[in-house]
């Protein structure tokens, strides 16, 4: 086991990379994939693709060989109130797509953890399982040291909104830089006029949270210029 989990390297600023690999992806692919890895967690995307629980089932056992988190990325908005049954198959984290609302933050975080900070209900054997857990209070504590939530913002009003959905229990505001494009291109007036404008907002907004920013599709060789806006994660 890592000496600190994700969500604590999060929360400490470190600079994490995420790789990318589909649910369907074979088992001992996967395991090729993930020998070696340099990167700090891996992602899986049901947004985009096709999904099958079974699958991201087995995905999250083979990653858990190598002691690497996994995020997962929901279908819908909407199925923020399923978040607690994906987490049940085995993920480490959660990402929400197409925030916009507060109201979206709040259902993502009480379906995330476990009373007395969310309403999740308890169970499921694909769990990730911690050595030291002892039973459900023990469990439910340590779930909410280590589960990662993510939001997506990917508007001109989920960005300008940013600190109101940094809301307490969300570890990273992420964005999809193609639909906020689509978002930027629809404000030809707006003051925010790059992805590059709307990151740097984000960050500084956070500045100090413990919340970290995450950007997709971003080459290594530029990652340094994002780390001095304050974005500390990449995938």
Same mark, same amino acid.
């Given at each position: 086991?890592?000496?600190?989990?994700?969500?604590?390297?999060?929360?400490? =600023?470190?600079?994490?990379?995420? =790789?990318?690999?589909?649910?369907?992806?074979? &088992?001992?692919?996967?395991?090729?994939?993930?020998?070696?890895?340099?990167?700090?967690?891996? /992602?899986?995307?049901?947004?985009? *693709?096709?999904?099958?629980?079974?699958?991201?089932?087995?995905?999250?056992?083979?990653?858990?060989?190598? @002691?690497?988190?996994?995020?997962?990325?929901?279908?819908?908005?909407?199925?923020?109130?399923?978040?607690?049954? !994906?987490?049940?198959? =085995?993920?480490? %984290?959660?990402?929400?797509?197409?925030?916009?609302?507060? /109201?979206? #933050?709040?259902?993502?975080?009480?379906?995330?953890?476990?009373?007395?900070? %969310?309403?999740?209900?308890? %169970?499921?054997? *694909?769990?990730? #399982?911690?050595?030291?857990? *002892? %039973?459900?209070?023990?469990?439910?504590?340590?779930?909410?040291?280590?589960?990662?939530?993510?939001?997506?913002?990917? /508007?001109?009003?989920? #960005?300008?909104?940013?600190?109101?959905?940094?809301? &307490?229990?969300?570890?990273?505001? *992420?964005?999809?830089?193609?639909?906020?494009?689509?978002?930027?291109?629809? !404000? &030809?007036?707006?003051?925010?006029?790059?992805?590059?404008?709307?990151?740097?907002?984000?960050?500084?907004?956070?500045?100090?949270? =413990?919340?970290?920013?995450?950007?997709?599709?971003?080459? &290594?060789?530029?990652?340094?210029?994002?780390? @001095?806006?304050?974005?500390?994660?990449?995938?």
């Amino acid at each position: 086991m890592p000496e600190k989990s994700l969500k604590q390297r999060i929360h400490d =600023g470190e600079v994490l990379v995420g =790789g990318g690999a589909s649910v369907a992806t074979d &088992p001992d692919q996967l395991r090729r994939i993930l020998d070696g890895a340099t990167f700090d967690f891996i /992602s899986t995307d049901s947004q985009h *693709s096709a999904f099958n629980e079974e699958r991201l089932v087995t995905f999250c056992k083979v990653a858990d060989e190598f @002691d690497m988190p996994v995020q997962f990325r929901i279908k819908h908005t909407r199925n923020a109130y399923l978040i607690g049954n !994906y987490l049940d198959l =085995g993920t480490t %984290g959660i990402e929400v797509p197409q925030v916009e609302l507060e /109201s979206t #933050v709040d259902e993502a975080v009480n379906y995330f953890y476990y009373p007395q900070i %969310g309403k999740r209900s308890w %169970g499921g054997t *694909s769990r990730p #399982v911690a050595s030291e857990h *002892s %039973g459900r209070v023990e469990y439910a504590k340590w779930w909410s040291e280590n589960g990662v939530l993510w939001m997506q913002i990917e /508007s001109i009003n989920a #960005v300008t909104n940013a600190r109101k959905l940094a809301k &307490p229990g969300v570890d990273c505001l *992420s964005f999809g830089p193609a639909d906020l494009s689509f978002s930027i291109e629809g !404000y &030809p007036h707006h003051w925010l006029k790059s992805v590059d404008d709307c990151a740097r907002h984000v960050a500084e907004q956070l500045k100090g949270t =413990g919340i970290a920013v995450c950007l997709r599709g971003v080459a &290594p060789e530029n990652r340094d210029r994002y780390i @001095d806006m304050g974005i500390t994660m990449f995938l």
